[in-house]
């Protein structure tokens, strides 16, 4: 497929877990985003890798959240010891490299319901 | 830092009246603009974007918006809106040679026949 791909697309875990999720983006895109999406909060940025370069992390609302991007490519959001807060979709998104137009371009998301 | 403030969480519209949904945004330095929409179950697409020139954009499915910097508003129009628009818009903004993008909380547009 040519879009981003994030999986899994619902994941129902019990407090206290762990989870991972993972996100394929576009081929070539070297810019990669996470965001959360909470009924009633929109969009809240959680962490940005740009190519070689240290990703930006001052998003990710405490130290149970951890995320990796392995060969400038495929990601894995890890979200340790699950909180029933953690509910939520998580978005990932890329963009293309250069530019700076921002236009991101969203995967449908992981729904992750934590019991 | 840049932040992005829409008023309305929702706004319920008639098929084929015009609508405009509102965005003000915050920053030291200039912007790029953007209006994402989401249709439902669906994942987030552009729908327009102002990078500079033209202060009014258009954008797809006969949106359009204009940039006003004195307002530091964004509001994204439509003349005459179907059921099909039916969806959450977002507006997002980012600093002008950053790629990060700061999302408003979303504005859910109900057409109703």
């Known amino acids: 497929g040519a879009g981003v791909s994030q999986s899994p697309s619902n994941k129902v875990t019990e407090k206290g877990k762990d989870v991972e999720l993972r996100c394929d983006p576009i081929s070539g895109h070297t810019a990669l985003y996470w965001y959360r999406q909470s009924l009633g909060q929109g969009l809240e940025f959680l962490i940005y890798f740009q190519g070689n370069s240290a990703p930006d992390k001052s998003g990710l609302p405490s130290d149970r959240f951890s995320a990796e991007r392995t060969g400038g490519s495929v990601s894995t959001l890890t979200i340790q010891r699950t909180q029933q807060e953690d509910s939520a979709v998580y978005l990932c998104?890329?963009?293309?490299?250069?530019?700076?137009?921002?236009?991101?371009?969203f995967g449908e998301g992981s729904r992750l319901t934590v019991l | 830092a840049q932040s992005v403030t829409q008023l309305d969480s929702q706004v319920p519209v008639f098929e084929e009246a015009p609508v405009e949904l509102r965005c003000n945004y915050s920053?030291?330095?200039?912007?790029?603009l953007f209006w994402y929409v989401q249709y439902p179950n669906q994942g987030l697409q552009l729908l327009l974007k102002?990078?500079?020139?033209?202060?009014l954009v258009k954008g797809i499915n006969g949106f359009e918006a204009e940039f006003n910097k004195s307002q530091t508003s964004f509001h994204l129009r439509k003349p005459s809106v179907h059921i099909s628009d039916t969806a959450e818009y977002f507006c997002?903004?980012?600093?002008?040679?950053?790629?990060?993008?700061?999302f408003g909380t979303g504005t859910r547009l109900l057409v109703s026949p």
């Open positions: 102002y990078l500079s020139g033209s202060t």
């Open positions: 997002a903004v980012s600093a002008s040679g950053f790629q990060k993008l700061v």
């Open positions: 998104a890329s963009s293309p490299a250069g530019g700076n137009t921002g236009e991101l371009f």
């Open positions: 920053s030291s330095v200039s912007v790029y």
